[in-house]
């Protein structure tokens, strides 16, 4: 089946840097990748849309110049969180969609993001 | 604009028992999806079940059915014969067909938790 890599699973960062986290579909190519946030014991919030080759589409109330989002590849999406503060601490999950699947949205297994 | 709502914070269930997970929604749609996932602890989201609007079959996938509620607008996740691995979190999800990128809209989910 479809496998969709995520790294790092966890990082820790210092407060004013920046964390990239990759997402990449390992076995198809990925027309649509989505970019969620998750907080504790709380649902999964969509941050922005990437298409392979264009800007991403941005969720309201998403800072597009704290998150970027780089979709280069039909199989690699990447989201840097820069200048990183504790309010940023997060789990960060992506989905990756294959084109012509009618309900495939395959997911990471996730990335742990802690700044202290 | 489209809602899913999820009204069981926490469900509990004896192992071997049925549960059901509700979950409705609001769409002025009238093509759309709707999924179950389940998100163990570690934090991946595992497809379980899908429903297109035009199905008229529930779906199946071994213990899980959906029980769609058209009219009432409802898709009620029913897992048969609980397992202690079935606890984790379970979120309903709907998608949007004339979106540009068929994005995946989440509920804040429920807890199921399976005791011996």
């Known amino acids: 089946g479809a496998v969709v890599s995520q790294h790092p699973s966890w990082v820790i960062c210092k407060s004013g840097t920046s964390v990239k986290i990759e997402c990449r579909s390992l076995d198809f190519q990925a027309t649509t990748m989505f970019w969620y946030r998750q907080f504790p014991k709380q649902s999964l919030m969509l941050m922005a849309t990437?298409?392979?080759?264009?800007?991403?589409?941005?969720e309201q109330g998403v800072e597009k110049d704290k998150f970027l989002i780089n979709h280069a590849s039909l199989t690699l999406s990447t989201l840097t969180v820069t200048s990183a503060h504790p309010e940023d601490s997060s789990f960060y999950i992506c989905?990756?969609?294959?084109?012509?699947?009618?309900?495939?949205?395959?997911f990471g297994s996730g990335t742990r993001l802690t700044v202290v | 604009a489209q809602k899913i709502t999820q009204t069981q914070p926490g469900m509990f269930v004896q192992e071997k028992e049925a549960v059901t997970l509700d979950c409705t929604y609001d769409?002025?749609?009238?093509?759309?999806?709707l999924f179950w996932y389940k998100q163990p602890s570690s934090g991946e989201m595992i497809f379980l079940i899908y429903?297109?609007?035009?199905?008229?079959q529930n779906a199946t996938e071994g213990r899980y059915s959906l029980n769609f509620q058209k009219a009432r607008k409802s898709a009620n996740l029913v897992i048969s014969a609980s397992q202690l691995g079935d606890s984790a979190m379970y979120f309903c999800?709907?998608?949007?067909?004339?979106?540009?990128?068929?994005?995946?809209?989440f509920g804040t989910g429920t807890r199921l938790l399976v005791s011996p």
């Open positions: 429903q297109g609007s035009y199905d008229e």
């Open positions: 990437s298409n392979e080759g264009s800007k991403a589409t941005y």
């Open positions: 989905s990756a969609r294959e084109s012509g699947q009618f309900y495939g949205y395959t």
């Open positions: 999800a709907m998608r949007e067909i004339y979106t540009g990128f068929q994005k995946l809209v």
């Open positions: 769409t002025s749609d009238q093509s759309y999806g």
